[in-house]
């Protein structure tokens, strides 16, 4: 008989009971909350009469409707601050744990939850939000869940959930030079497709994966959900232990260790699917469409309607129309108007030493509006220590204070027009940087810096870090 894996250990440890759907109830080690999708979950809950039952698994920051250049209160936009002081409101009269503006230790959801040591090995965690897999990256089992989803989690810390079939995706060698994690999930999507992984949890492995930092596989884990997968994991090991021992909320980093060698894959573990990539063969990829798996390298071409598989012809006839790109060109010297280098996926430390090595002694582009925007306070911290902000005002960027911002544009920072922005965050989406025909494209924290630099999409392994 074969092993087990990772998804199959940590669900058979949180699941409470089949339901009569067929579905399984699932406990839930961590809910992390927002002020989003959260107020509608509290007011059913007091509808109902219910209080929450593990306030002290539950945690919640600000991070969307956040401003980033001034964050006065009360915000200029009277529901941003209706829905920030709903927040505040929430987590006081529950006893809800909440990093707000004012703590030092804000910031999108997804870098909070694991830069606190919340998000840790083998446990469940869900947020009333797309890209929870982003804890996955410590071997937890993470996923976004809707308004009534938040709603159950609060009352009972549980949920209904139907359990995923797994596939390994298996990253073997070493990445070359210029290529980083994004190029490799926008690899992934562009190969599997945006509905590739429905159905599926992805567990990534292989020596390239297991190379990858931290943070990279943070960046891995976090665009699963554009595959279609609504888990995505990563295997812990010393690389996830080491980082990390000492985090606030570690409180006993041996049981934790311990927890997670027990939770982890089983070599002999089975699968529901294989899929294997070589690491040599990738490139620094960008999107031209309207979705994530719309995707080329940055020296290929785009492709032709015809060479496209049949049922994504029709999407690619409206991204050509709506970007206003012709298949046979090339994304390498496309001129941009905006840069934003930020969000869940590419808003830590480690992304912006990535960008502020390319920025270093350079100028934006002349008309190229470049913005910087940690994903916490706790990374503008770091950031600011070590002179990266510096770095970055002194080459144009725009350094900005945490949040989401243009990734969604619930906040003040959107596009204008028909703007052609280069984004590392995680959605390419018609009208997702705030502008109905504002335009997208998904790249690496390098090659978004570099665009900033010479105004156009440019070849990051042509660059020198200055
Ligand atoms: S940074 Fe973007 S994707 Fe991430 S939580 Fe915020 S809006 Fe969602």
């Known amino acids: 008989m074969s092993g087990k894996n990772l998804l199959e250990k940590v669900w058979d440890r949180h699941k409470v009971r089949t339901l009569p759907s067929g579905q399984d109830q699932l406990f839930i080690g961590l809910h992390l909350i927002h002020e989003v999708t959260s107020p509608q979950a509290f007011g059913m809950l007091r509808e109902r009469g219910l209080s929450v039952r593990f306030p002290q698994r ?209 070599e002999d573990a089975a699968y529901d699917d294989e899929v294997v990539f070589d690491a040599a063969d990738l490139k620094p990829m960008v999107t031209w469409g309207i979705n994530p798996g719309q995707v080329v390298p940055v020296d290929g071409t785009l492709p032709a309607l015809e060479d496209l598989p049949e049922e994504e012809r029709e999407t690619a006839e409206r991204a050509y129309s709506y970007m206003g790109f012709q298949p046979g060109e090339s994304m390498d010297g496309r001129a941009i108007d905006v840069v934003f280098i930020g969000s869940c996926t590419n808003g830590r430390l480690s992304d912006l030493r990535e960008a502020a090595k390319i920025a270093r002694g350079r100028r934006v582009a002349e008309g190229v509006r470049a913005l910087v925007v940690p994903g916490s306070q706790r990374v503008a911290q770091a950031a600011e220590r070590e002179g990266l902000d510096d770095i970055f005002v002194k080459a144009g960027f725009q350094w900005r204070q945490a949040g989401c911002s243009m990734c969604l544009a619930m906040n003040p920072d959107k596009l204008q027009g028909r703007e052609l922005s280069a984004s590392t965050s995680n959605r390419n989406f018609i009208g997702r940087q705030g502008s109905p025909t504002g335009r997208t494209l998904l790249v690496s924290p390098s090659m978004a810096a570099a665009a900033a630099i010479s105004g156009k999409i440019t070849d990051i392994r042509k660059w020198e870090a200055a």
């Open 58 to 266: 539950t945690f919640a920051t600000a991070d969307h409707i956040i401003p980033t250049d001034v964050v006065d209160r009360p915000f200029a936009d009277p529901l941003a601050e209706d829905m920030l002081k709903a927040l505040e409101t929430n987590t006081a009269e529950y006893g809800i744990t909440y990093f707000g503006p004012d703590s030092g230790s804000q910031g999108v959801v997804h870098v909070v939850g694991p830069e606190q040591g919340l998000t840790q090995p083998g446990m469940t965690i869900a947020c009333g939000d797309s890209h929870t897999a982003t804890h996955g990256a410590f071997g937890a089992i993470a996923f976004g869940v809707g308004t009534s989803q938040v709603r159950d989690i609060l009352a009972t810390g549980t949920m209904a959930i139907s359990k995923p079939k797994v596939r390994r995706i298996r990253v073997e060698g070493t990445m070359p030079q210029g290529v980083g994690a994004k190029d490799l999930i926008l690899s992934i999507i562009g190969r599997l497709g945006v509905n590739g992984g429905l159905g599926y949890a992805y567990e990534y492995g292989g020596s390239a994966v297991q190379q990858l930092s931290m943070e990279e596989r943070m960046t891995l884990c976090n665009m699963s959900i554009e595959g279609g997968a609504r888990v995505g994991y990563v295997n812990p090991d010393r690389t996830t232990y080491e980082w990390l021992e000492g985090r606030p909320y570690i409180r006993d980093y041996q049981a934790m260790v311990d927890f997670a060698e027990e939770m982890k894959s089983d």
